[in-house]
């Protein structure tokens, strides 16, 4: 199934605020754009340095950059296709910070 990506504008706004990362994450868009995905492991195969959370949250943390950045995004299967929602995105020391909180798995910054 087609990614539909919901709120494309926070990632532009954060190539806004953080030029250097304009690259991966352009380059991840386009990569998503094409993506075909039926269930979970396919995001995984597609985005090998990507993880799934765990708790039932259905949430994805992706590497972005050569694993400078992280975004985490929710994840929900549909009928005709796999809507993605962006919760978060931030440098990888920023994700080490929600982690020593477990906030990963409640953010909601967007």
């Known amino acids: ?3 539909h990506l ?9 190539i806004n ?3 250097q990362s304009q690259v991966p994450f352009k380059n991840w868009l386009s990569i998503v754009k094409y993506a075909n995905w039926n269930k979970p492991e396919d995001i995984l195969a597609t985005f090998n340095s990507a993880d799934i959370l765990g708790n039932g949250i259905n ?5 972005i950059g050569g694993n400078n950045y992280r975004m985490i995004c929710k994840y929900c299967f549909g009928k005709n296709k796999v809507h993605l929602f962006i919760n978060w995105i931030g440098t990888h020391s920023e994700y080490t910070k929600l982690c020593k909180n477990r906030e990963q798995y ?3 910054a967007y």
Do not use: A, H, L, P
Request: aromatic share 8%.
């Open 1 to 3: 199934m087609k990614v």
């Open 6 to 14: 919901i709120k494309t504008q926070s990632i532009e706004d954060y």
């Open 17 to 19: 605020r953080n030029t």
């Open 59 to 63: 949430r994805v943390v992706f590497n």
């Open 106 to 108: 409640i953010i909601n």
